[in-house]
């Protein structure tokens, strides 16, 4: 029963980054949950069939409509987002001769478990490419063989 709660509240819920519940943009109506049916509430009490089909039929006209709109809200929503999260971000430029920590998820050959080092070095950087790859040396000068 838990379960059938926790998906009904995620089906009905609102979401923040569109304003609309996924019941809504697909049946382009609310839904009445389950405990509502039981009990007699506003809604259930005041229905009117015959209106209440017509309505129906009017939001399905308008579904693409608020589909869209739910789009244009979800995009704009994401990139407030990521502005906000890339105005914390700092990019670093190291120079020829900077010494630095490799992440060594790549490189490392057999795994050391979750308690094990996640950076090695440090490294000497050798030569800096665009788009903020580097070749590395190791301490005695042999270049490492990835970027």
Not at 72 to 93: D, F, H, V, W
């Amino acid at each position: 029963m838990a379960k059938l709660n926790e998906l009904i509240g995620a089906l009905t819920t609102e979401k923040t980054s569109h304003g609309h519940s996924p019941y809504g943009l697909v049946f382009s109506s609310e839904a009445v949950i389950p405990a509502e049916i039981g009990v007699a509430t506003h809604r259930i009490n005041n229905q009117d069939q015959h209106q209440n089909n017509a309505e129906v039929m009017q939001n399905l006209d308008l579904l693409e409509e608020a589909r869209d709109h739910a789009r244009i809200r979800e995009a704009r929503y994401k990139q407030k987002m990521e502005s906000y999260y890339s105005k914390k971000g700092k990019n670093e430029c190291f120079k020829v001769g900077d010494l630095v920590l490799q992440n060594n998820g790549a490189s490392r050959q057999e795994d050391t478990g979750k308690l094990g080092p996640k950076w090695e070095g440090p490294y000497q950087i050798a030569e800096a490419h665009r788009g903020g790859s580097y070749k590395l040396d190791d301490m005695e000068g042999k270049r490492l063989p990835r970027h």
